[in-house]
């Protein structure tokens, strides 16, 4: 991989936007890369949703530990939200890449190469990160929904229960401030 394919642009014109071959196929790259896991996260989330049953089938034997309607109105609730979310991401990630195509295509002999307004794509992109970091937020509290749903609530006290709560939160919350970091490092580059 030559040097000029991975390196970024910190060359503004007077107009605040940016022309340069490799970083507009990065941008588009990168766009890409939201929408690819946001499609990989809004299946797990119709899955989810299909794949939702009544609460028979909790595996805890302690009655007072089964959750209730509240619980799994929560679920729905959550894995609607955290859909929503990922299709906005998605659909702005889409409407950039949409964007940069088209200007893409005033420029003949340019293949790779758009004018951006750099304010306004980086807008953009928080905007479509944003809407993920928000998806894995609610899909994170559905799960937590789904785990008291099968091995009973977090109020009994069941360890079973809260290792798992505990591991899932831990992992989500530490890939998503990787993904927090690595978002806000960019723009600073």
């Known amino acids: 991989m030559a040097d000029s394919d991975i390196e970024t642009s910190s060359n503004h014109n007077s107009n605040n936007s940016v022309s340069n071959t490799s970083t507009t196929s990065v941008h588009i790259s990168a766009l890409d890369g939201i ?43 959550f894995e609607v939200i955290s859909f929503a979310f990922f299709l906005f991401s998605s659909l702005v990630a889409q409407g950039l890449k949409l964007t940069i195509n088209l200007l893409n295509s005033k420029e003949t002999d340019e293949v790779f190469k758009a004018d951006i307004d750099c304010d306004l794509f980086r807008l953009g992109v928080v905007g479509a990160a944003g809407g993920s970091i928000l998806g894995c937020v609610f899909l994170l509290l559905s799960m937590v929904e789904v785990i008291q749903l099968r091995l009973g609530l977090l109020s009994c006290g069941s360890s079973l229960v809260i290792h798992t709560v505990l591991a899932l939160v831990v992992l989500v919350s530490s890939s998503l401030s990787v993904y927090i970091f690595t978002v806000f490092y960019s723009f600073r580059k």
């Open 35 to 77: 929408v690819n896991a946001n499609s990989l996260f809004t299946v797990a989330v119709f899955v989810g949703i299909s794949f939702d049953q009544p609460s028979e089938l909790t595996l805890t034997n302690r009655t007072e530990c089964n959750a209730g309607l509240d619980v799994e109105r929560d679920l729905v609730v």
